[in-house]
């Protein structure tokens, strides 16, 4: 069984900073592409950014130049810095990954999700 666990939601200012955390842990063999993707209230879930294993990133024209993905391979955990945080940004912030474990086939993983609120 592998599971995703996110953490470091939670309430910010306007122009303040978030840092989001990912953790994958189970039988993992490897991990290959890792995202962020959230979902706004009456929104559609949205990717957010994305990285690979090999360390390309991606990202959302909305948050481009303010949030930064980032992985930590030793400990299977993805990151997303979020700055100079906006109201719109408002969401509930969900992790996925490609694992291949050592009893199954490369599957999507996603993890449960962290709310994140800007608001003054």
């Known amino acids: 069984q592998v599971q995703l666990v996110e953490s470091g939601g939670g309430l910010a200012q306007p122009g303040g900073s978030l840092r989001l955390s990912c953790a994958a842990s189970?039988?993992?063999?490897?991990?290959?592409?890792m995202g962020w993707y959230r979902q706004g209230p009456g929104k559609q879930r949205e990717l957010v950014a994305a990285?690979?294993?090999?360390?390309?990133?991606n990202y959302a024209d909305s948050v481009k130049g303010r949030f930064t993905i980032s992985r930590d391979t030793a400990k299977n955990t993805l990151y997303l810095q979020m700055n100079s945080l906006k109201p719109e940004d408002t969401a509930v912030y969900y992790c996925?990954?490609?694992?291949?474990?050592?009893?199954?086939?490369?599957?999507?993983?996603w993890g449960q999700g962290t709310q994140v609120t800007v608001s003054s």
């Open positions: 189970g039988s993992i063999f490897n991990i290959y592409a």
């Open positions: 990285i690979t294993n090999y360390g390309s990133t």
């Open positions: 996925n990954a490609d694992i291949l474990t050592v009893v199954t086939d490369t599957s999507r993983v």
